[in-house]
Nanobody, 120 residues
Framework: QVQLVESGGGLVQAGGSLRLSCAAS????????MGWYRQAPGKHRELVAV???????NNAESVRGRFTVSRDNAKNTVYLQMNSLKPEDTAIYYC??????????????WGQGTQVTVSS
């Protein structure tokens, strides 16, 4: 059973930093894209950043220059380094991965979400 486990969320003051991690485990044959979404209260879930096996991209314009996504393929882990955090970054951050399991089936998995709260 494939699982995504996130860690690293918390409460931080504006201007501070946090690093999120998401590790995939359980019956994995291969992982295509891995990335991060976030959902703020009353808003739709939005794509923040994503890594294929070879390249990573910050998709949300609001985080460019402040957030950096990276991936360790050997560890099946994706990271999100968040610097210069703003109150508007407050959201639940979800890890997402397209995983092929050992039966050859590919599907999208989600982590349980980790809360990031930025105080002003």
């Amino acid at each position: 059973q494939v699982q995504l486990v996130e860690s690293g969320g918390g409460l931080v003051q504006a201007g501070g930093s946090l690093r999120l991690s998401c590790a995939a485990s359980g019956g994995i044959f291969g992982i295509n894209a891995m990335g991060w979404y976030r959902q703020a209260p009353g808003k739709h879930r939005e794509l923040v950043a994503v890594c294929t096996r070879v390249v990573c991209t910050n998709n949300a314009e609001s985080v460019r220059g402040r957030f950096t996504v990276s991936r360790d393929n050997a560890k099946n882990t994706v990271y999100l380094q968040m610097n210069s955090l703003k109150p508007e970054d407050t959201a639940i951050y979800y890890c997402n991965a397209d995983v092929t399991d050992r039966l050859g089936l590919t599907r999208t998995y989600w982590g349980q979400g980790t809360q990031v709260t930025v105080s002003s």
